[in-house]
């Protein structure tokens, strides 16, 4: 068989997926079946275990790092050759799904299983990884795993970073479950180039019919807590006029950077994701709020704009109530363009495998645009049903999961160099 014919074994891909899936499993009102495996988490533990597990049955040599980053690489026939790497995470958000994430990494094992089988030797050695905490939903900021990975973070900040729910600390999570690793990070050398295959999460590839999106970089992300402190109050008696209410502030904030999003069109997007009231009693004004603000635009100086403007916005609204609004970074990063000849990659293999395509900017953080920082990278989307992710109910379909694979195969074989 000639390497232009070889295609993944889809069930075999499929299988994989749904036995990752019952790891650290949810459940929804209507039977959906997902995902929550919370970075260093133990249900993270055993779906890490799981995966290096399969590495080490596919003969992969399995490398684990300080901040617990997992590469596990077939040989190629050059030793001096640098690694073709696919990849991505298996962290979920707490009511996460089966694909985000996981689809990249089991690729990537599904790649390296179906050369393994068809005795395909490759010039480059390649390398499947899984990178830590790339959601962000337990340790900030996200992608912390590649970013440490690639020197963007120092690997002891990254260590004494605090999980936003209870307060542990990474470097002691990572050392309980097992996965702080004896490798050095950043990377001592560069991969010689990186893929990560991965859902849309978003409804456009399905809305337009087209099964293969070829992702030509991703937006900037702009994250910040904020904590406003006003005066708690007695919620009957207290006259309007004389309050200092941070629920109020919080509520315009809410209201206001969407209105900036509505504004600004074209790619800007808003989002107030997490609220909290203090004491958050019905009868009472309450004494403090924190929240979160997520911008996010494919061109920085509109970002930057947004940013300017939401800063403005509060600075205001604080005045006029009359209380304390102190911010916190939890991650920034400007946008991201991928390596235009990997993209171009990416399309021309999709095309000749019979798929339609799509060029398109990814809305999501992913850890190829760490990456793509040390090494010419690109990714490949598949849809996602109804655009949900970050969602119990997430789905994509088990043809558009191996058309995805098959294109991931074949810009890999084509990067890496096939022998004979």
């Not at 050392?175 to 004896?182: K, L, N, Q, S, V």
């Not at 315009?252 to 209105?259: D, L, S």
């Not at 920082?373 to 109910?393: D, E, K, Q, W, Y």
Request: overall charge negative; aromatic content about 4%; charged content about 20%.
């Amino acid at each position: 068989m000639s390497w232009h014919e070889l295609r993944v074994d889809g069930a075999r891909l499929w299988a994989r997926l749904e036995a990752l899936g019952e790891v650290g499993e949810v459940l929804g009102p209507n039977g959906e079946r997902g995902n929550a495996r919370l970075a260093l988490t133990d249900a993270d533990r055993d779906g890490r275990d799981l995966v290096v597990g399969w590495m080490r049955d596919l003969g992969l040599d399995v490398v684990i790092d300080a901040v617990g980053n997992v590469v596990g690489t077939r040989a190629g026939t050059d030793p001096t050759a640098a690694p073709v790497m696919v990849g991505s995470h298996i962290d979920t958000v707490r009511t996460g799904g089966r694909f985000d994430g996981n689809l990249g990494v089991l690729g990537g094992l599904e790649v390296v299983e179906t050369l393994a089988q068809h005795g395909v030797a490759t010039t480059h050695p390649v390398s499947v990884a899984f990178f830590t905490g790339e959601e962000g939903a337990r340790f900030q900021p996200d992608m912390l795993g590649s970013l440490v990975y690639v020197g963007g973070m120092a690997l002891e900040d990254a260590l004494d970073v605090h999980a936003a729910d209870d307060g542990a600390r990474l470097g002691d999570e990572l050392a309980r479950i097992g996965f702080a690793g004896p490798t050095p990070c950043p990377v001592a050398s560069a991969p010689h180039a990186y893929f990560e295959l991965h859902i849309e999460q978003g409804p456009v590839l399905e809305d337009e019919g087209v099964t293969i999106g070829v992702v030509t970089g991703v937006q900037g992300i702009s994250w910040t807590e904020l904590s406003i402190t006003g005066q708690s109050a007695h919620a009957g008696t207290t006259p309007m006029r004389l309050r200092r209410d941070p629920g109020y502030v919080a509520a315009a904030i809410n209201t206001g950077v969407r209105a900036l999003a509505t504004e600004m069109a074209g790619s800007q997007v808003a989002t107030v994701g997490r609220c909290e009231f203090t004491p958050n009693l019905v009868n009472v004004v309450p004494a403090k709020v924190t929240l979160t603000v997520d911008l996010r635009n494919t061109d920085e100086a509109l970002l930057q704009q947004a940013e300017s403007v939401f800063t403005a916005y509060t600075d205001a609204l604080a005045q006029e109530e009359g209380v304390l609004v102190e911010r916190r970074t939890l991650a920034r990063f400007e946008p991201v363009e991928f390596h235009p000849g990997m993209v171009d990659l990416v399309e021309a293999t999709a095309r000749r495998l019979g798929h339609s395509t799509r060029r398109m900017p990814s809305g999501a953080g992913h850890d190829a645009q760490m990456l793509a920082r040390v090494c010419p990278t690109a990714m490949v989307f598949v849809p996602s049903v109804n655009g949900l992710s970050h969602n119990i109910a997430e789905h994509t379909e088990p043809a558009d999961v191996t058309a995805g694979a098959n294109v991931l195969l074949h810009v890999v074989l084509a990067t890496a160099g096939v022998r004979a």
